[in-house]
């Protein structure tokens, strides 16, 4: 299968290899190798393990067994000496020389709607400014425009007018694929990520389809006068974007049944697992940035049952991504970030639950060239409080975009005329994974 990193790699090596033979002569060599070196940084991709609904991370990344705060469950050692983590991510456990664990997250936010604003924007709502996810701010810089997949992918977990473009336009709002991860995960996944709709209908071929779209053209072509300019806008990519992924090329990246039977089962035959599996298959075609979610986090009750059910879908979803992208050669190149808008309270409330929390939190990273084997910061020994390297929001995400090649303090003018940094000019990049 043709990879356009691997592509990319490989000339720039011959590039390079062949630099003696009048590098010096050709001023337009330096040019060509700087241009070739930019292209390849500007290959990598994102995938975003979105918890939705805040998870416990003092019950999977940060736990607190000698404490009454740490509930049932147990630590496991990793593949890191001293690094531990929960029982029930056996799995994960094996690939820790690859995680950055950020024990640190310090956030404010303690409604689902508005961290979950912030944690996909980096930013608080301010007044009208239509802030974009940070999907879509990384599919802004990297995407082909004429890529015939879309640069930002949501497979499960978003509804109707949830976060999108934002003030760079619909044609940077996600591709939804499913719902099922805001049932927790566990809807049959054959039925759950099938997207509709692409194939031609049986009496229409190829030739008609083309003859059609010209219609359509033809009858549109003074359509968007003296229309509002961002419907028009709307509907134009709407339509740009249904054509372009009914194309073969395209459509087939969403045909998990072209993928063994075993691997498939190795990343477990949930929505969540099979979301993972087809975030693998969209960034290997170039897509930018890929949000898998997983629902079900908001444990306010019977908390330790459910962590513990999430917690093996998570394991094996998680897991099996980073072997298949690993083995593909994928994993130097893709940056997967683990997280969900808050953690929740180290106390057990009366229904053996844990409430809303973002003052101490965890956030996993991997691959993507990190310097992974690590944790960030540290919480109390009760788990209340970040004794050491507190994160924000925007420093996360100034890290995820430094760490893809993006400058965290490029603008993009907004809706109101204002320009607007890709992250809080107040977040600093976690410099220790660099």
């Known amino acids: 299968m043709?990879?356009?990193?691997?592509?990319?790699?490989?000339?720039?090596?011959?590039?390079?290899?062949?630099g003696g033979l009048g590098y010096s002569k050709c001023s337009w060599?330096?040019?060509?190798?700087?241009?070739?070196?930019?292209?390849?940084k500007r290959q990598k991709s994102v995938i975003m393990l979105w918890m939705n609904g805040g998870p416990a991370t003092i019950d999977l990344w940060d736990l607190k067994p000698n404490h009454k705060n740490g509930g049932p469950f147990r630590e496991i050692g990793t593949a890191v000496p001293g690094i531990k983590i929960s029982e029930h991510l056996p799995n994960l456990s094996r690939y820790m020389n690859e995680f950055v664990i950020i024990r640190s997250m310090a956030t404010r936010e303690g409604d689902h709607r508005r961290a979950r604003i912030v944690g996909l924007t980096g930013y608080t709502p301010q007044g009208a400014i239509q802030f974009p996810a940070l999907g879509s701010l990384v599919s802004h810089e990297f995407s082909l425009p004429d890529s015939n997949l879309p640069g930002f992918v949501s497979i499960g977990g978003r509804e109707d007018g949830e976060i999108g473009g934002g003030f760079l336009g619909p044609r940077f709002s996600p591709f939804v694929v499913g719902s099922g991860s805001r049932n927790g995960g566990n809807l049959p996944a054959a039925d759950d990520l099938k997207v509709h709709n692409l194939d031609l209908p049986r009496d229409v071929t190829q030739s008609n389809f083309k003859n059609r779209l010209k219609m359509l053209s033809d009858?549109?072509?003074?359509?968007?006068?003296?229309?509002?300019h961002s419907v028009?806008?709307?509907?134009?990519t709407a339509t740009d974007r249904a054509i372009r992924l009914m194309r073969p090329e395209a459509a087939s990246a969403f045909h998990?049944?072209?993928?063994?039977?075993?691997l498939r089962d190795s990343y477990g035959r949930t929505s969540f697992g099979q979301g993972c599996l087809l975030a693998r298959r969209l960034v290997e075609r170039g897509v930018s940035f890929v949000e898998v979610a997983l629902d079900g986090w908001d444990t306010h009750t019977n908390n330790f049952t459910s962590v513990q059910r999430l917690s093996t879908i998570l394991d094996a979803g998680f897991s099996a991504l980073m072997k298949d992208l690993r083995e593909r050669g994928l994993l130097q190149d893709t940056l997967i970030v683990c997280q969900g808008e808050f953690g929740r309270t180290p106390r057990i409330n009366g229904n053996k639950g844990r409430d809303h929390w973002p003052a101490s939190w965890a956030a996993v990273?991997?691959?993507?060239?990190?310097?992974?084997?690590?944790?960030?910061?540290?919480t109390s020994n009760d788990g209340t409080s970040v004794e050491s390297k507190p994160t924000r929001t925007s420093d996360l995400i100034a890290t995820v975009v430094k760490a893809v090649g993006i400058d965290p303090m490029k603008q993009n003018m907004s809706n109101v005329s204002r320009p607007i940094r890709i992250a809080d000019p107040n977040g600093k990049p976690i410099q220790e994974i660099f």
């Open 256 to 262: 998990l049944e072209e993928e063994k039977e075993k």
């Open 219 to 228: 009858l549109e072509k003074d359509f968007d006068k003296g229309k509002n």
């Open 2 to 18: 043709f990879n356009i990193n691997t592509f990319a790699r490989r000339n720039m090596l011959r590039l390079l290899a062949l």
């Open 232 to 236: 028009v806008e709307t509907l134009k």
């Open 29 to 40: 060599f330096q040019s060509l190798a700087v241009n070739a070196s930019d292209s390849i």
């Open 365 to 378: 990273m991997a691959g993507g060239g990190i310097k992974g084997g690590q944790v960030i910061g540290k």
